[in-house]
């Protein structure tokens, strides 16, 4: 089995030698590196937090239900 001896061209990210198994990529790593990137254009990177940012995450804690509620 050697299906992982160079081809002919270059990874498009780092420029290495081209593997077969990853082409047109040189590694794993790189192929995912471009899915990241692709899917980076409509989401975020996935492993962040994604956050919008509206607000405290502690608020809502601020009712204040007492026990009894007279009138
Ligand atoms: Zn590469």
Request: include cysteine; proline fraction near 8%; charged fraction near 30%.
């Amino acid at each position: 089995m050697s299906d992982d001896r160079p081809v002919r061209g270059r990874c498009p990210l780092c420029g290495k030698p081209r593997q077969q198994a990853f082409r047109p990529f040189c590694s794993r790593r790189c192929a995912d590196l471009d899915l990241a990137r692709w899917i980076g254009g409509n989401y975020r990177i996935a492993g962040q937090v994604a956050y919008d940012g509206d607000g405290d995450p502690a608020a809502g804690h601020d009712r204040d239900e007492g026990p009894g509620g007279a009138s």
